[in-house]
C-alpha cells in the first residue's frame, strides 16, 4: 500500500512485500550470497518445470499431530518407512550395524525418517544423500510466509527425494533446541514410519494449503 507523507503526497514503499535483508558478518558471506543470487533465475526455472515438488503444505494431520510440509509429498506412501535414532547409550558397533541397515533400506529404495539432530543421525543423512536415497526431515523451526529450499535441500528436492515436515510455527529467535522437543520429533518421526500407504492417500486427498 502506498504510504501518505506529511504533506499528503502517496509514494510507493521502498521495498517490495516480504523484501529480506541481512547483514554479513563472516568473511565470505558475500561470495556465497552472489553465487546465491546468480543461481536464482535456474531455481526459479526448476521450480516452474516440477511445481508438485516445490509445493508448500500447510495443514498436513498425520496421527494427532498437523504439520507443514515442503516437498515431494507423495513420499509418505512409500511402503517403507524407517526412522533414525541414535541414543547416546549405543556403541560404535550397533551405531554400525544400523548404519549398515539403514544403508539396506536406502538402497532398495526406501526413505529415512528423522529430524536428523544428532552428529551420529547426520551421518545417516549424508550416508543416504551419498546413495542418492529418499529422506523425510522433521524440522524444528518452521516455515516462514516464502519459504524455498536452499543448498542442497533445493538440490534435493529436484531429484523428487525430499519432504521436510514442520510440526510448529517459524520463530527468528537463536535458541538450542530442547531434550523435550528432540523426543518429540522422534515420536513424530515414528508415527509417521507407520503410516500405511492408504493412511497417506487420506492425508495428502484431504490436505489443503
Not at 550395524?97 to 551420529?120: C, D, Y
Request: charged fraction near 25%; proline fraction near 4%.
Amino acid at each position: 500500500m502506498p504510504e501518505a507523507t506529511a504533506s499528503g503526497d502517496k509514494r510507493k514503499p521502498l521495498f517490495e512485500k516480504g523484501y529480506h535483508d541481512r547483514i554479513l558478518s563472516r568473511y565470505g558471506q558475500l561470495e556465497l550470497l552472489k553465487r546465491y543470487i546468480d543461481d536464482n533465475p535456474r531455481r526459479l526455472a526448476v521450480k516452474r518445470h516440477m511445481p508438485q515438488l516445490f509445493r508448500k503444505y500447510l495443514h498436513v494431520v498425520i496421527g494427532n499431530q498437523e504439520y507443514a510440509a515442503y516437498g515431494n509429498i507423495f513420499l509418505l506412501r512409500e511402503p517403507e518407512k524407517v526412522q533414525v535414532v541414535v541414543h547416546r547409550k549405543d556403541s560404535t558397533d550397533e551405531h554400525q550395524k544400523h548404519m549398515k541397515q539403514w544403508e539396506t533400506v536406502v538402497n532398495n529404495g526406501g526413505v529415512l525418517v528423522s529430524p536428523f539432530i544428532s552428529a551420529r543421525e547426520r551421518e545417516a543423512r549424508d550416508m543416504a544423500r551419498q546413495y542418492e536415497g529418499k529422506l523425510i526431515i522433521l524440522k524444528e523451526n518452521g516455515f516462514q510466509e516464502y519459504f524455498k529450499p536452499s543448498g542442497w535441500e533445493f538440490n534435493y528436492c529436484v531429484t523428487g527425494k525430499l519432504l521436510l515436515l514442520a510440526p510448529w510455527a517459524h520463530h527468528n529467535q537463536q535458541t538450542t533446541i530442547t531434550r523435550e522437543q528432540c523426543m518429540s520429533l522422534n515420536n513424530m518421526a515414528l508415527s509417521i514410519c507407520s503410516l500405511t500407504t492408504e493412511e497417506a492417500h487420506i492425508i495428502h486427498d484431504n490436505n489443503k494449503d
